[in-house]
């Protein structure tokens, strides 16, 4: 797993990838910020997925940000982290679990397997500017974490990290 000796680790979701060439400051600044703090910004394979998606199939302009994103996710120094074929598995279960209850909307299932894939690598915080991820009720969650025996994870908005860290 990428990134696995360092232990300042956050995940990031699809959207804070994308915001940079949104032209959504906050996102620059928050990972200048962080990893000059000495963390380590991973995504999992849900991320890649969705970005090679939207940069083969996607429609203008979506297709050209995440072309920008995957192109420059490497230059700023934005790791995947790999999952075991059990972990995946295990994270389309959960995922499942966690749209059964309503946590997410159907139709945000991504979503739902970028929290549980971010449990598995035990990363205890997605960053993110998705309102779907931001809005989910946290004790629900937490508690589908415990039952699942999954590490919790908590999200959060860049802007409310950077306001914290400073």
């Known amino acids: 797993m990428a990134g ?38 991973l995504t999992g394979p849900t991320v890649f997925r969705e970005l090679a998606f939207a940069a083969l199939y996607g429609q203008e302009p979506e297709r050209s940000l995440a072309r920008t994103a995957v192109e420059r ?8 982290f790999n999952l075991t074929l059990l972990d995946q598995s295990i994270a389309d279960r959960f995922a499942e679990k966690l749209l059964e209850t309503r946590l997410l909307p159907w139709s945000e299932r991504n979503d739902a397997l970028i929290l549980a894939e971010t ?3 035990a990363i205890p915080l997605l960053v993110t500017s998705d ?26 908005h860049p802007i409310g990290l950077l306001k914290a860290i400073k």
């Open 119 to 121: 449990s598995l690598a």
């Open 4 to 41: 696995t000796g360092q232990k300042k680790r956050l995940a990031l979701d699809t959207n804070l990838l994308l915001d940079p060439s949104r032209g959504h400051d906050f996102a620059h600044d928050f990972r200048a910020v962080f990893q000059s703090a000495g963390y380590a910004l």
């Open 73 to 80: 996710a490497a230059a700023w120094h934005i790791l995947p």
């Open 131 to 156: 309102q779907n991820l931001l809005h989910v009720d946290e004790d629900p969650l937490l508690l589908a974490f415990n039952e699942a025996d999954l590490p919790p994870v908590r999200v959060a």
